[in-house]
């Protein structure tokens, strides 16, 4: 069965450091997602992207954070200088396009980021 | 905005019990309403989805929720657990006002402990 994968699984950075993580989504999803969720808290809703562009995004992604597609299959979240405060798994996820399983969203295992 | 609550942070129960966890939403549209497994160690997983029709809904391993549109409730059932369903369970929800593109809102969590 198809999956997300995600590299790294474990990522440790000084702050003021950049990061990329990276995700490689289903093949034949359009849909992609980045959420994040903090030790002992809520996971919350990043970006999503479609058609090579930010389709939705929350507060959480500001101007530190961006988002890319280098490439047919890879899909990236960049943070150009990370704090303290951005340590927490980051998921990736994606979605077919087209009809009622466009909004079903499948999940990678995560990249646990540190900042230290 | 929309906002998921899951009453029950923790639940412990014996292997052969009846489980029942809450989950309420808020938001006056249309919503796409989700259950999502995260068993030790792995990824998230769907459980099951409403999208649209019959409010009952059976998902895999048994699980099945129960769509109640007079109480913005999506309740996830289960008539008798097994020692392999200790998991954290995340009740989720989307709009479709953006397509395909809506990021998904979650609950804290549901922390299931299954004794043998």
């Known amino acids: 069965e198809p999956e997300v994968t995600q590299t790294p699984s474990h990522q440790v950075t000084q702050m003021g450091q950049e990061v990329i993580l990276r995700c490689v989504p289903i093949s034949n999803h359009l849909y992609f997602y980045w959420y994040r969720q903090i030790l002992g808290q809520k996971v919350e809703f990043l970006v999503s992207f479609y058609n090579n562009e930010i389709s939705e995004k929350s507060e959480i992604f500001d101007d530190q954070f961006s988002v890319e597609r280098p490439d047919g299959s890879n899909f990236t979240l960049k943070i150009r200088s990370t704090k303290l405060e951005d340590s927490a798994m980051y998921f990736c996820?994606?979605?077919?396009?087209?009809?009622?399983?466009?909004?079903?969203?499948?999940f990678g295992p995560g990249t646990r980021l540190t900042v230290t | 905005a929309q906002s998921v609550s899951q009453h029950n942070h923790h639940v412990i129960l014996s292997e052969a019990a009846s489980l029942e966890l809450g989950c309420n939403y808020s938001?006056?549209?249309?919503?796409?309403l989700f259950w999502y497994v995260q068993y030790p160690g792995q990824h998230l997983q769907l459980l099951l989805k409403y999208f649209s029709g019959d409010p009952l809904v059976k998902g895999i391993k048994g699980f099945e929720a129960e769509f109640i549109k007079s109480k913005f409730s999506f309740n996830l059932r289960k008539p008798s657990v097994q020692w392999s369903d200790t998991a954290e369970y995340f009740c989720a929800v989307n709009t479709r006002s953006g397509g395909g593109a809506d990021g998904l809102t979650f609950g804290k969590g549901t922390h299931l402990i299954i004794q043998p």
């Open positions: 938001y006056g549209g249309t919503v796409n």
């Open positions: 996820a994606s979605s077919e396009g087209g009809g009622p399983r466009t909004y079903e969203q499948y």
